[in-house]
């Protein structure tokens, strides 16, 4: 009696957590978010577990070239600056000296501080100038004959972020590409995107402000095939392109 007692019980338990399990980890419908063990590994070019949960991802390439057609994010690029100075190769990152960014969010969490760009701490003096450096990209995405795109991913996390997608203004700094030291205010609005990958849901950027004028996007949107550790998968990537001509 006592045996049967227990597979009851356990069967009991079992149901208890499979029910507990589709709700928070079952089949998503559109518009809401999984929570399945399965996507708690983020695939890209490298595969990890994601601890952070479901977020939204940010990814806004801009290209600036004066009114002659020259390219200024190209001599960004020749640097081949990187954040590793014992990295066996160029990670396309931009110096941070040279390209200065700042990112203010249209609705952070009561954690987050817009003022000085990073979580706040108990102790202010903690805070470093390096807490809040934003690192950027160029990229010719493989064609040399494109220009080069100051490319910056962003992501804003679901568990304390919230749900709604954030529109981001990018505050950056760059004499190379502006010929000046001043602030370059660029205002970029965000809706829902299509496209999810691993926990990351992409965000689509539907438009640009600067200096009073308005800049559509152009969505690019690819599928990489990686294979790594005796497994394969294909991964896709959004992003939102912008060409800039200043005056």
């Known amino acids: 009696m006592k045996t049967i007692f227990h597979i009851l019980l356990s069967f009991i338990i079992v149901c208890s957590l499979s029910s507990c399990g589709h709700e928070l980890g079952g089949p998503s419908q559109e518009g809401e978010f999984s929570f399945s063990l399965d996507s708690l ?102 064609q040399p004959d494109s220009p080069w795109y100051v490319v910056h991913s962003e992501a804003t996390y679901i568990n304390t972020w919230g749900e709604d997608v954030q529109d981001l203004t990018l505050n950056i700094t760059c004499p190379t590409i502006f010929g000046d030291d001043e602030i370059h205010e660029f205002a970029t609005y965000w809706d ?18 600067y ?10 949107v690819r599928v990489e095939h990686f294979e790594n550790f005796g497994k394969a998968w294909n991964t896709v990537f959004v992003d939102y392109r912008i060409d800039i001509i200043l005056k």
Not at 108 to 126: G, V
Not at 193 to 199: D, I, L, N, T, V
């Open 41 to 142: 590994i983020r695939t890209g070019n490298y595969e990890f577990n994601n601890t952070f949960g479901p977020a939204w991802k940010y990814t806004l390439a801009i290209s600036f070239k004066d009114t002659e057609g020259k390219d200024l994010v190209a001599p960004l690029a020749e640097e081949q600056w990187d954040s590793n100075p014992d990295a066996s190769h160029w990670a396309e990152y931009i110096n941070p000296d040279k390209l200065h960014l700042d990112v203010i969010y249209s609705n952070p969490p009561d954690c987050f501080d817009n003022a000085t760009y990073t979580y706040n701490k108990t102790n202010p003096e903690a805070i470093l100038p390096g807490d809040h450096v934003k690192y950027c990209t160029a990229s010719q995405y493989g």
């Open 192 to 209: 829902e995107g299509a496209e999810k990958r691993g926990e990351e849901w992409l965000a689509m950027c539907t438009k640009l402000v």
């Open 211 to 220: 200096e009073g004028h308005e800049y559509i996007p152009e969505k690019k």
